[in-house]
């Protein structure tokens, strides 16, 4: 029996999101994979012209075989083709809802048109922005987290989705080298300070020291001088009185 493919084409579902950025890669599903439709062909035997009497009267009455056979198989591919639409369309879907406002741009699927004339969806594509947040690694880390999710989001990603989620990982690493060696500079900075405020705390103490050094030193100096006065004045005294018995 004969088979071929059907026409494919592409539709795009266009959503509010952010503009693109600089690193704007897809979130896919597999490759459209088209399914192969049974078309109706010429029987390949031969038969007597009784035979083909025969059953010419037969298909009037019902339907032969063979035409049995490819309505099942047209059936069949027309239920393969909605399996693949809903697989397809769900797919795209988490890739939305977990992207956010990171998504650059709606749902794109391709089609392909079954045997009953309807289009399904067997391919399709979320864009998603990649690109670093400048000067914030922190947000830049969160970011990355958030398109690894997305990239993953799908019950059964792609192969290009795990492509995604590993630059995303990269993005991650560089995102974090970069918080840590922030952190470093914070540490250091703060380290030159606090060693700064204590040389200047201890300059306040020794200054205090040598003031208080001096303190008791004066006082100690006075106490001598009213010593020394009072025993000039007793000795004064007792030279007074002298004179006065010798007189």
Do not use: C, W
Request: aromatic letters at 2%; hydrophobic letters at 35%.
């Amino acid at each position: 029996m004969l088979s071929v493919t059907s026409p494919i084409h592409s539709l795009h579902l266009p959503m509010a999101v952010q503009p693109a950025g600089r690193d704007a890669v897809s979130l896919e599903t597999q490759t459209a994979r088209p399914i192969m439709i049974p078309t109706q062909g010429k029987t390949a035997e031969t038969a007597s012209a009784a035979q083909k009497s025969s059953q010419e009267s037969l298909q009037d009455k019902q339907p032969s075989q063979q035409q049995a056979q490819q309505d099942a198989q047209v059936q069949q591919v027309i239920n393969q083709l909605k399996a693949r639409d809903s697989e397809v369309k769900a797919h795209e879907m988490a890739h939305l809802a977990a992207a956010g406002g990171f998504a650059t741009s709606g749902a794109s699927f391709v089609y392909q048109t079954g045997p009953d004339g309807k289009s399904y969806a067997i391919g399709g594509e979320v864009g998603i922005d990649t690109s670093a947040v400048s000067g914030d690694p922190q947000a830049t880390l969160q970011k990355a987290m958030v398109i690894q999710r997305a990239a993953l989001a799908p019950a059964e990603p792609s192969s290009q989705d795990m492509k995604v989620a590993g630059l995303a990982m990269q993005m991650a690493a560089q995102a974090r080298i970069e918080i840590a060696q922030q952190n470093r500079e914070s540490a250091q900075t703060g380290q030159s300070t606090a060693t700064q405020n204590s040389t200047e705390q201890n300059g306040v103490q020794r200054q205090g020291a040598v003031d208080g050094r001096d303190r008791p030193q004066s006082i100690v100096v006075n106490a001598d001088s009213e010593n020394a006065l009072g025993v000039l004045q007793a000795a004064r005294s007792q030279f007074d009185l002298r004179l006065s018995l010798q007189g």
